[in-house]
């Protein structure tokens, strides 16, 4: 049974860092790209970072380009996503999940809330 559990959200303050991270079971973790998204109320999906199995190639939303650090440890199946001078608009439920290829993905977790203060 594959799970992927989020944690580390919570409540900041604008210009306050989280850092989140995504634990993996039951898959082989390293043959996995993974990403993580967010949605808020109200407002579609978003593609937050990406990075491949490796841990080499990363991708980042114009968003949070120089704000947010994804990383992974293969060897403790957890990826992180450092986030930084947080705003008001990163306010939404953050998720992991586990991509084999292309635009499919194969898992997901549950979210984890992160919510910041003006």
């Known amino acids: 049974q594959v799970q992927l559990v989020e944690s580390g959200g919570g409540l900041v303050q604008a210009g306050g860092s989280l850092r989140l991270s995504c634990t993996a079971s039951?898959?082989?973790?390293?043959?996995?790209?993974m990403v993580w998204f967010r949605q808020a109320p109200g407002k579609e999906r978003e593609g937050v970072s990406c990075?491949?199995?490796?841990?080499?190639?990363?991708y980042y939303a114009d968003s949070v380009k120089g704000r947010f650090t994804i990383s992974r440890d293969n060897a403790k199946n957890t990826l992180y996503l450092q986030m930084n001078s947080l705003k008001p608009e990163d306010t939404a439920m953050y998720y992991c999940?586990?991509?084999?290829?292309?635009?499919?993905?194969?898992?997901w977790g549950q979210g984890t809330q992160v919510t910041v203060s003006s």
């Open positions: 990075i491949d199995w490796s841990g080499v190639a990363t």
């Open positions: 999940a586990a991509s084999s290829g292309g635009t499919y993905y194969n898992y």
């Open positions: 039951g898959l082989t973790f390293d043959n996995y790209r």
